[in-house]
């Protein structure tokens, strides 16, 4: 393949001007996705706010997520690009400290990761998973709760798709941990900007894909599915307790008039389904069908 076939292959660019990791001031260049010129054909959209692509011929599959968190090739410290550099110097000694921890962790999960190249699915899902750690050190004006929301979520959807190639690497049960792991803080975004614990930022993404940001609205959604999906199942009068509580979080989308109508109906369509599947599961368990 000639070096312009090559070329009119791309799929990514990394930046020109290095980066500089601001917790041990290694440099690296980031890598974005080209999206133009056929690269990403828009799929469905799954019960979970999920944009899929279809492959292209001439590019293949291609998951904008792979490339959404900025993470540091030698320290793999890694957030969202917009609290990369912003990061505050009272945490960067506890990030620095805790090097060692995410490389070990994290390569307990996925072997040979290599974030000075093009990234994989692994690299992808493991970006989320530094993300989720990192967050953990940072305080509420970061909005850390709802950022390892996202980014467990996402995990879990590249964890499925790296399922889908590989059925031999147990993925889909790293999936699973990861959704439930999205669920507890889901639910915990929600309470803890409720109480004024930890404000949700006007400059967050709440997404939860890259493709659309659904708002708040989106966020209640989300989080009353993953409740339904990964809340309690062993003990009945938990999962119906679980469950009156997700329909509270959903049901706080329908409104009325105008504030209904505002509503994308992606949204609306979908959270009154599951409403109607709560209700079901309910009347279900408390023995009135």
């Not at 307990?108 to 953990?136: I, Q, W």
């Amino acid at each position: 393949m000639s070096d312009q076939d090559q070329e009119a292959k791309r799929t990514t660019f990394f930046s020109k001007n290095p980066i500089v990791c601001p917790v041990c001031e290694t440099s690296f260049y980031k890598e974005d996705l080209l999206s133009g010129g056929g690269r990403l054909i828009a799929g469905e959209l799954t019960e979970e706010l999920h944009r899929t692509y279809e492959p292209s011929k001439k590019y293949g599959e291609l998951f904008p997520l792979v490339y959404a968190v900025l993470v540091c090739p030698s320290c793999f410290y890694a957030v969202y690009p917009q609290d990369f550099l912003e990061i505050k110097e009272e945490f960067i000694e506890a990030l620095r400290g805790q090097t060692d921890r995410r490389v070990e962790s994290v390569s307990l999960v996925f072997k040979d990761l290599d974030f000075t190249s093009y990234r994989g699915l692994k690299e992808g899902a493991a970006s989320y998973f530094l993300a989720m750690m990192c967050y953990d050190h940072l305080d509420r004006h970061y909005s850390p709760t709802l950022k390892r929301a996202l980014s467990a979520l996402r995990a879990a959807w590249l964890l499925d798709s790296l399922h889908r190639k590989d059925f031999s690497e147990n993925y889909d049960y790293l999936s699973r941990l990861f959704y439930r792991k999205a669920r507890f803080f889901y639910m915990q975004a929600i309470e803890m900007a409720q109480n004024g614990q930890e404000p949700l930022e006007v400059n967050v993404n709440f997404g939860p894909d890259l493709d659309k940001n659904y708002g708040y609205d989106g966020l209640l959604y989300v989080a009353g599915l993953l409740e339904y999906k990964y809340g309690p199942r062993k003990n009945t009068e938990k999962r119906i307790k679980s469950l009156e509580n997700a329909k509270r979080i959903v049901s706080k989308l329908f409104g009325t008039g105008k504030a209904s109508k505002s509503k994308p109906s992606a949204i609306l369509d979908k959270a009154r389904e599951l409403y109607d599947e709560m209700n079901k599961e309910i009347k279900q368990l408390q023995g009135q069908d």
